[in-house]
C-alpha cells in the first residue's frame, strides 16, 4: 500500500481569500490548451489572430466550467442542489461532469463557428488533442481534493483516502483517469493528427477513445453515493453517459472516411 500524499487542498491562503489546487487545475488546463492552440493555430488557419484564438479559448473554457457544474447538477445529484441553490456555487469543492462540460464546448464551438465562418466539426477537431490537459489536470485536483476514488482493492499502489470515512485502502482512480484520459487521449490524438485528417475523424477519436477510457476506469471507481449503480449493479452514471460517445466517435470515423476529403488543417 502507498501512502496517501497529504497535501493541502487549498494552495495559497491570503486573509479570507483561498486560492485552491482544484481551480489551479483549471487554469493550467485552459494554459496548456492556449499553448498548443498557439502552435497549431497556423495550420489551422493562417488568417487567424492570437486575439481570435484566445475569444475562442475563452469561450470554451466558459463552455467547460459553466457547462461542467451544470451537467454535474442535472446528471448526479439535482435534488440536493433544488433544496440548497446556493450550493451550485461552492466549486472549489469539487462537483464537476465531464459530459456536462462536453455539452458545454459543443455549444460553443456552435456559436463562436458561427461568428468565424467554421464549421462545427471544424473547430471540434481543432480543439479535440487539447482538451486531455485539462481534463489530465482536473483528475490531478481530484486526486489533492481526495475525492472520487475508488473500490476497496488488496494491490500493492492502493490508498487510504482521507476523506474516506470507512479507512479502507483504495484503488487511486483518479490517477487512473489521469494516466488515460489526459496522457494516453493526448498521446493518441497527437499522433493521429500529425498526418492530415478528414474533417470529423479527430473528433470522432477523441470521443471513441475517451468513452472506452472512462467506461473502463467505471469498474473501480466508486460510483457516487446518491445516484450508486443504475442498472445490474454494475453500470454508473458515467457508463451510461460514455455510451453514446462510444457510438457517436465510430459513426463519425466511419462518416470522416466515407464522406470527407483528407486535409492538413487539423495537424499538430
Not at 482538451?131 to 472520487?148: C, H, S
Not at 474516506?164 to 483518479?174: E, F, G, N, T, Y
Not at 457517436?248 to 499538430?268: F, S
Amino acid at each position: 500500500m502507498l501512502p496517501y500524499p497529504q497535501i493541502d487542498p487549498v494552495a495559497l491562503a491570503i486573509g479570507p481569500l483561498k486560492i485552491h489546487w482544484y481551480g489551479l487545475m483549471y487554469l493550467i488546463g485552459i494554459g496548456g490548451a492556449w499553448l498548443l492552440a498557439s502552435r497549431r493555430l497556423n495550420r489551422f488557419d493562417p488568417t487567424w489572430t492570437k486575439e481570435k484564438l484566445s475569444d475562442m479559448v475563452f469561450w470554451m473554457s466558459m463552455g467547460v466550467i459553466v457547462g461542467g457544474r451544470l451537467g454535474y447538477v442535472l446528471f448526479y445529484d439535482l435534488s440536493a442542489y433544488l433544496a440548497n441553490p446556493t450550493l451550485i456555487f461552492e466549486v472549489w469543492k469539487g462537483g464537476m461532469s465531464f459530459h456536462g462540460g462536453f455539452i458545454g464546448v459543443m455549444l460553443a464551438a456552435l456559436w463562436f463557428g458561427k461568428k468565424n465562418n467554421k464549421s462545427f466539426f471544424q473547430l471540434m477537431d481543432f480543439v479535440a488533442p487539447m482538451v486531455p490537459i485539462g481534463l489530465g489536470a482536473g483528475r490531478i485536483g481530484n486526486f489533492i481534493n481526495a475525492e472520487l476514488w475508488g473500490k476497496a482493492t488488496d494491490v500493492p499502489w492502493a490508498m487510504v483516502f482521507p476523506t474516506d470515512p470507512a479507512q479502507l485502502a483504495r484503488h487511486p482512480s483518479q490517477l487512473y483517469q489521469f494516466a488515460l484520459e489526459g496522457v494516453a487521449l493526448f498521446l493518441i490524438l497527437w499522433l493521429f493528427s500529425r498526418k492530415p485528417r478528414p474533417t470529423m475523424a479527430l473528433s470522432g477519436m477523441f470521443a471513441l477513445f475517451y468513452g472506452i477510457f472512462r467506461f473502463i476506469v467505471e469498474f473501480v471507481r466508486v460510483p457516487d453515493a446518491q445516484l450508486g449503480y443504475l442498472a445490474w449493479n454494475w453500470l454508473t452514471m458515467g457508463q451510461v453517459l460514455c455510451l453514446p460517445m462510444i457510438v457517436g466517435g465510430l459513426v463519425l470515423i466511419w462518416l470522416a472516411y466515407h464522406r470527407a476529403p483528407a486535409t492538413p488543417a487539423a495537424a499538430v
